[in-house]
Structure formats: structure tokens, C-alpha cells
């Protein structure tokens, strides 16, 4: 498979009523660009008909998405309103640095954004129940969207921490050689590998600044679905009846 850090969701995790999510219905990845066409025959076996692209419209010039005939794409800019440095602006941040700017976007921007609601509300829509929901890196915006998801299905905190932290360690390789090349330094200094760590992997204190928010604002999952996403409980037992075994 080409597609970076391709994987189902919640893989061999039980929610809090012992379920599982129902085998090859709902995966995530990063860019889906690389896939060959033994990729997109394999993705079509799946029954995955619709494809939900959290990237922005910058993102999607440079890398556009696979072909509309092979998949429904569907396209979210989650990050538009959010603002986040630029790249000439994160070249001259240290490693702490950057992870308190990763912090501040998973606290400020993730937990406070609106901008999943038509997400959850397409897939109710979907003719098939198979998807699959990607970003750039497949960790950061699609994480967030894991994590919602593993809410909407009522996993525990334990278990959306334990989604999150799970990486392909190759995928993440080759982004990190790409993000060198893009900060034109040497993915092989201590510093820089250093510094790209901070950006490429799903360390645990930025779902937990997430987390840590959500319960400051609201006081729990549940609360934060509705307030944020407009969950009500038929959408909630809807999405468990259609993805949990």
C-alpha cells in the first residue's frame, strides 16, 4: 500500500460496552495521492465508495486527490479558519517551540473548531458505510477525526489515546525526509530530526491538550458532541448500530 499511514480505525479496541468497530468500514491515511491503481482496486474492495479530504485548497494544487470516476472525494478545509504559521515562520522555531505551537493548535484550533459537523453529517448520508478520511500526514487533523469518531461510538479516553499514539513509523519516515527538504536541512542532524519529531509524530501531549480542553469547555464527550457537532443521541446510536459489532 502507498498510501501513508493507511490503517482502519480503532483496530482490535473495545468500547465501553465491549464493541468493536465493524471490519473494513471506516479507515484513515494520509495523502491518498501515491496510491497506484492495485491501491485504489484494493480501497474499492473495501466497498469504500466516499472519500473525506480534510487538507486545505494549497494542499489539495499541490497533490490533488484520486481519481473523481474511482471515488466520491468530498473536501474540508479543517484548518481555514484556524490560521496556522507558515513554514518560513516555523523554520525558526526550537523543538520546544514547536511543540508548544502543536499544543496550542490541538487546544485551540482543534477543540474549538466546528468544522467536522458536515463531516459526520455526509457520512450519515453515504450510500455505502465504508469510508475513508485522510489529511497530509494522517495524524493531526485525522487524528482529531479519530478521535471524534471513537466519542461518537463511546470509547474511552484510554483507548482514543491509545488510537491516536498508533503511526506507521514508515510512512512518518518519508515525511519527515520530505518536511527536511521543505526546510531545506538535514533530516539527519539531531536538531532537525529533533525538530521534525515535533511535527511528524503523534506525541501524547497533543491529544491531551485536546482532551484537557474539551473537558474545560464543556465537562464531557457527550456535551462537546452536541455543543460543537450537534450529536443527539439518535445520531450517536445511529452511528453505533451502523459501525459496531
Partial sequence: MRILNFKSLAKGLKNTEGKTIVKNTIFRSGIVSYASKADIKQLQGFGIEDIYDFRSTD?????????????????????????????????RLSREQLVDLMKRMYSDAFAKTEGFRPVIESILDQDSNAFLYHCSAGKDRTGVFSAILMMLMDFDIASIRKEYERQDMISMFILKRKMAHMFDADENTIDDTKKFDAMMLALPEYIN??????????????????SKFGVTPVIKAEFKNRYLI
Avoid: C
Avoid at 499541490?62 to 516555523?90: C, W, Y
Avoid at 482532551?211 to 464527550?221: C, E, H, L, M, P
Fill in 209 to 226: 491538550a485536546y482532551i484537557a480542553q474539551i473537558f474545560k469547555d464543556y465537562g464531557s464527550f457527550d456535551s462537546y458532541l452536541s
Fill in 59 to 91: 494542499e489539495i494544487g499541490e497533490m490533488p486527490p484520486l481519481p473523481a470516476d474511482a471515488f466520491k472525494t468530498r473536501h474540508f478545509d479543517i484548518l481555514e479558519q484556524a490560521n496556522p504559521l507558515g513554514v518560513s515562520d516555523l523554520t
